[in-house]
């Protein structure tokens, strides 16, 4: 029992992460990443392919980040001084794009066999153990990207984010260029949004591209839009909240035993969705509030 | 001249908003831009501050050709500006909304913000005094820490100067600043207006309020149809036979 919930936990926490990215890049400036997931992607494989490669765990996820910021660097500058749309459209195929990159160009991805044999920190340790401290360092990236969060939004430089939220003409008034803080914090983002990748690589020891699908850009959706958009708090309790429902929706099985595996994927994933329609009609700006309450 | 916009053109699709219009302001000076709905005063303002494209002509702050520069670039080059209705920072308090105003923080760059929080916090007190300075200035320092969003419509006005005051503007240009405002109010936002006047700064105002306009300025020009039908003093331009025609279209 402790092993699954360790396991669930890990899981848990790399969602928050996943999910603080995109309430860094919605919640704080209304940049909509609709290819989150893209950059998830390019962090595991490039923490992936350093450490088969054998360079340390730590370095390959710094360089994941690194790697996922980089990447989101073209897309902001084509799109962040477009309507906030063509972002959502841009980031879409983008996130289409990496995956057939990840399936196509073996030499490099090993295509749909995968990348196996991705070293799991703390290796020398029981399995519990190793799960634990697995467990800690998650939560330590998590305080991480929490600190820079709240840096970024309670200065000066979050003042200026408030204010393209409310206004962006008038922020160039001031003499200000929204496009800069836009393109920073998109990056920002992105890099949060690879360290989960790298961590989510570091924790299966294995990347293929199946693993890469919308579906995980969509449960960070649901996480912030569940626990209130544009506030931590909102990010981490949505995530917290959509994989207990996730995990508990599991236990479904034994009241409805005569549906297949495949279906009961199905279900879950029903299950998910109706409790974000029950969320939005009953409770639209989050479990916490969005951030017009913070 | 401090700013000097020559031949500008704006045009939308095939309409011709703005055909070939130019205007100075001299350093220091109050100058007023009046003329009938529909006549390219604002087309024309947007293509001065940046707002809009230009099809043709130039723009130039003190003899520099800022044509090329994008909105935010011509505000730090002192060109500042307000709009017709007042875009204030609606979530922001009062206070925050001027702070945001103020130009070069050390906190709004990323190196400093986590490479040096001691600067980022001494930058901090120098934007609480020139916000100081300003409240004081436009008179909002009982509502700095209310909502932006919160303040009455000559409130949201003050507040709009001030915003633009804290960017150090060497020429300000105002967008009917006392439209939908009170006549106490009116009052009010002209002695401002006056005081940053004898601070040097220079101001072209539309305005349809040619009563409280012709207190302020001493210049005066008439837009119609996209183009500049006439200018010099209030009084003079007031009284043409082509102007009158143009406010109250052709009279008998």
């Known amino acids: 029992m402790t092993s699954y919930l360790l396991a669930i936990a890990i899981q848990v926490g790399i969602l928050m992460i996943l999910t603080l990215s995109l309430s860094i890049q919605y919640g704080m400036t209304g940049l909509i990443n609709f290819g989150l997931v893209a950059f998830y992607a390019l962090g595991a494989y490039a923490s992936g392919l350093l450490t088969v490669a054998g360079w340390p765990i730590a370095a390959g996820i710094g360089v994941a980040a690194l790697v996922g910021s980089l990447a989101s660097l073209p897309l902001g500058f084509i799109a962040v001084r477009l309507k906030a749309e063509y972002l959502a459209i841009v980031t879409l195929g983008f996130a289409e794009l ?27 340790q029981p399995p519990i153990v190793q799960a634990a401290l697995f467990l800690a360092v998650v939560v330590f990236l998590i305080v991480v990207f929490v600190l820079v969060s709240r840096r970024l939004t309670v200065s000066p430089y979050g003042r ?8 962006e003409a008038a922020v160039n008034a001031i003499g200000k ?11 920002i983002g992105s890099a949060a949004g690879a360290v989960a990748g790298a961590l989510q690589a570091h924790y299966i020891g294995y990347v293929s591209p199946d693993q890469f699908v919308a579906h995980v850009t969509f449960m960070a959706w649901m996480a912030m839009i569940l626990g209130g958009t544009g506030r931590v708090s909102g990010a981490l309790i949505g995530a917290f909240v959509i994989m207990l429902f996730f995990e508990g929706s599991r236990f479904l099985r034994d009241v409805m035993p005569w549906i297949s595996e ?8 029903a299950a998910v969705g109706l409790l974000l329609i029950l969320a939005t009609l009953y409770r639209p700006q989050g479990i916490v509030g969005d951030y017009s309450s913070r | 001249m401090i700013l000097s916009a020559r031949d500008i053109s704006v045009s939308f699709g095939g309409f011709t908003a703005v055909d070939g219009a130019g205007i100075d302001v001299a350093e220091g000076a109050v100058v007023g831009l009046v003329g009938p709905n529909g006549a390219g005063k604002s087309s024309l303002f947007g293509a001065i501050t940046g707002y809009l494209p230009a099809s043709g002509g130039t723009v130039s702050l003190d003899g520099v050709d800022i044509s090329r520069l994008p909105a935010y670039g011509r505000v730090r ?8 209705v007042p875009r204030e920072f609606t979530h922001l308090s009062v206070r925050d909304n001027l702070s945001a105003a103020v130009p070069e923080q050390s906190g709004e760059t990323l190196l400093k913000l986590f490479g040096s929080p001691s ?8 934007v609480r005094r020139k916000v100081d300075e300003v409240l004081e200035i436009v008179g909002l320092g009982h509502v700095q820490d209310l909502h932006g ?4 419509g000559g409130q949201r006005k003050l507040l709009e100067l001030g915003r633009v005051l804290l960017t150090d503007p060497r020429v300000v240009l105002l967008d009917e600043p006392f439209g939908g405002v009170n006549p106490v109010m009116i009052e009010r936002l002209s002695e401002v207006i006056k005081s940053l006047n004898d601070r040097g700064v220079a101001f072209l105002i539309v305005e349809h309020n040619l009563a409280a306009l012709s207190r302020l300025v001493g210049r005066l020009y008439v837009m119609d149809r996209g183009k500049v039908i006439a200018e010099g003093a209030p009084a003079d331009v007031l009284s043409l036979p ?9 009279v008998a």
Not at chain 2, 119 to 126: G, M, P
Request: net charge positive.
């Open chain 1, 98 to 124: 990496v995956r057939l990159v990840a399936l196509n160009e073996q030499w490099l991805t090993r295509g749909t066999t995968g990348l196996g044999g991705i070293p799991r920190p703390f290796q020398d």
């Open chain 1, 160 to 167: 200026i984010l408030a204010s393209i939220r409310d206004n």
């Open chain 1, 177 to 187: 260029n929204p496009s800069r803080f836009k393109i920073q914090i998109f990056a």
């Open chain 1, 262 to 269: 495949v279906e009961m994927a199905s279900v879950r994933l």
């Open chain 2, 77 to 84: 080059r002192g060109l500042g500006r307000t709009f017709q």
């Open chain 2, 119 to 126: 600067a980022v916090r001494k930058d901090e007190a120098r």
């Open chain 2, 149 to 152: 969003g919160s303040l009455s």
């Open chain 2, 242 to 250: 082509a102007v009158q025609d143009a406010y109250l279209g052709t």
